[in-house]
């Protein structure tokens, strides 16, 4: 994103073209006047429109049926033109805002956890297939109990844990666990619980849900060990070196929910992946799978990790970008 400002003003002297007067602010702009407005702040037509309507209450929606054609309230236009400032300083979109979309959900969000982003929306696709596949086991004399135990180990905003118990249901999950090291990230998570909760009519309410702080599976209660059906995850995978590459706003996201150090095989970034699929051998269920979000460029590496750890079939299931993305790896049957 171009940043407002920059190098190349100079100071007007004698004989100096005059500075390009700024863009008119009118007092009660209409909605379309506010997203012109804008749109020259944020160097983005298409977040200054998602920054207005955010101001008018209309979120993300396409297509709304009610866009106000008059002046706009100064209340209205006070919040929007805040906001760009803000996004223009570099601040996520999703951070200005305060929530993002989320497949079905409206999450919270904040600096205390990561963005939830479309690869991850992929990572929780790929999940519900492997749960429905258990389930639909379940009934084939194994000896399964009906009704999975699905735990999300490193939740951060409970993107990935409350996606699967609302999409689930409790016909088809009987317990989902979600863990994470930070105690801020729990925080956003329980607030996203709760208003999950109070959104789900009754006839839907939601699988038993618990928060718990630890590091990936080891706070689980004993009881669970050997018999969690699904275990999903999307680690730090960002190598130090990566890191220093990245755009400088994804630097405003929690640094620790998104760099990791190297497996043991060297594999740089790769050491949560590793240590997910380690602690999972003890905790998964003989039909058990996990299902972790991976860089692209780890795709072999991770799968021949999980081989080499035990798992009985291996794959990488590819983003809607058509990438290598998502890990799955299968107990041994």
């Known amino acids: 994103m171009t940043r407002v400002g920059g190098a190349g003003a100079g100071v007007a002297g004698a004989g100096a073209a005059p500075a390009a007067a700024a863009p008119a602010r009118a007092s009660h702009p209409t909605r379309g006047e506010l997203v012109a407005e804008l749109g020259s ?19 993300l929606t396409l297509g709304h049926p009610n866009l106000p054609t008059g002046p706009l309230d100064d209340a209205v236009v006070s919040a929007a033109r805040a906001m760009a400032s803000r996004r223009a300083s570099g601040e996520p979109l999703q951070y200005v805002f305060g929530h993002w979309p989320f497949r079905r ?10 963005i939830p982003r479309p690869e991850t929306e992929q990572v929780v696709e790929v999940a519900l297939a492997e749960a429905r596949r258990l389930d639909a086991a379940d009934g084939d004399g194994s000896g399964a109990v009906a009704g999975l135990v699905i735990a999300d180990a490193g939740t951060g905003s409970g993107a990935i844990a409350l996606s699967l118990a609302t999409e689930l249901g409790p016909r088809v999950v009987a317990e989902v666990w979600a863990t994470d090291a930070s105690n801020d990230a729990l925080a956003v998570a329980a607030s996203n619980l709760e208003a999950v909760r109070g959104a789900q009519p009754a006839a839907a309410a939601l699988p038993p849900t618990t928060l718990v702080h630890g590091s990936w599976l080891e706070p689980l ?5 050997g018999g969690i ?104 049957d």
Do not use: K
């Open 41 to 59: 702040v944020v160097d983005a037509p298409h977040e200054a429109r998602f920054i207005v309507d955010e101001a008018l209450g209309l979120g």
């Open 105 to 114: 959900l409206d999450l919270f969000v904040d600096p205390r956890v990561l």
């Open 221 to 225: 209660p004993p009881r669970l060990r």
């Open 229 to 332: 059906d699904l275990v999903v995850s999307n680690p730090p995978y960002v190598s130090e070196a990566e890191w220093n590459e990245l755009a400088a706003e994804v630097g405003l996201e929690p640094r620790g929910a998104l760099v990791a150090g190297a497996a043991t095989d060297g594999t740089a970034g790769l050491a949560d992946v590793e240590a997910v699929l380690r602690q999972a051998r003890a905790w998964l269920r003989r039909r058990g799978a996990v299902v972790i979000e991976i860089a692209p460029h780890q795709a072999g590496a991770a799968a021949a990790l999980a081989s080499g750890l035990g798992y009985g079939q291996t794959r990488v299931d590819e983003d809607l970008a058509r990438r290598p993305r998502v890990l799955v790896a299968r107990s041994r």
